[in-house]
């Protein structure tokens, strides 16, 4: 408030004191006019103020739900890469049957922490058609067939989605025909 609109801040002892200085009902009235315009600036500051807090906290916690998921995101990539690397072991020893009776266990263990984790596995085959939105060609081969063109030639890891919000979070390694 300022003093031009004839209008003052006022503590509770100045209240008091100017109330017993009041004489008539028009400055009772001036009093109560006053004090309500005080009342109402006092509410809507504090209205602000709530406001603020709301969106503070709301910032707050998006920004940890941002991080939750950044870190959980990490550590998905992490075990995805364990997970392919598990794979390759595992086909290394194909021929070798009773080691791969005893690693198949574990790999799907581990392929089922991963879907719990709120992961799809995008399955690749050969043969399949070249899609830049979910394949990362690592490599091409030359072909003369016209039907080849743009298919994957060679699949060197799958890919992975966030089951919730199909977000890519590692694209499949294809090699793919050209």
């Known amino acids: ?31 109560v006019q006053e004090l309500s315009k005080e009342l109402e600036n006092t509410k809507k500051s504090l209205l602000i103020a709530l406001a603020d807090c709301q969106n503070i906290k709301k910032r707050a916690d998006k920004e940890k739900d941002e991080l939750l998921s950044f870190a959980q995101t990490n550590l998905l990539l992490k075990l995805i890469d364990f997970y392919e690397d598990f794979i390759k ?16 266990p574990l790999l799907d263990k581990l ?28 490599g091409f081969i030359e072909t003369q067939k016209e039907e080849e063109r743009n298919k994957i030639a060679e699949v060197i890891s799958r890919g992975y989605l966030k089951s919730t919000t199909k977000q890519i979070i590692l694209s499949a390694k294809v090699i793919v025909y050209r």
């Open 1 to 31: 408030m300022n003093d031009d609109d004839d209008t003052k801040n006022l503590n509770s002892s100045e209240v008091v004191e100017e109330a017993g200085n009041l004489d008539s009902s028009q400055n009772y009235e001036e009093l």
């Open 89 to 104: 072991l595992t086909n290394h020893f194909k021929d070798n049957s009773d080691t791969v009776d005893q690693m198949n």
């Open 111 to 138: 392929k089922n922490i991963i879907v719990t984790e709120g992961v799809e596995i995008v399955e690749v085959a050969k043969g399949d058609t070249f899609n830049p939105q979910y394949h990362q060609a690592i």
